[in-house]
């Protein structure tokens, strides 16, 4: 059975990459929804603030969780060519 941490290694990455890129879209998104009369001025001036800050937030965030996913975990078992202290 995978641990949490396995589980956290497998789809953190992936879903906070997806997220970002929802936020992307909707930054995006903002103009047109403005231009289409779907979005007033003061959900611009709401919007227009936060998703910004919240998509580098959340592309920063997936970067790091990517990196922590792909990193190696040295797990000396008892080889005999491990690098770890014996005992």
């Not at 998703?51 to 040295?74: C, D, E, I, K």
């Amino acid at each position: 059975m995978p641990t949490l941490t396995d589980l956290a290694r497998r789809f953190l990455p992936s879903g906070l990459t997806g997220l970002a890129g929802v936020a992307c879209v909707g930054c995006c998104a903002i103009p047109l929804l403005l231009a289409a009369g779907v979005l007033s001025g003061a959900g611009w001036v709401v919007l227009g603030r936060w998703l910004p800050g919240l998509t580098v937030a959340l592309t920063a965030a997936a970067g790091v969780a990517f990196w922590w996913a792909r990193r190696r975990r040295h797990n000396c078992a008892g080889g005999t060519s491990c690098a770890c202290g014996a005992g």
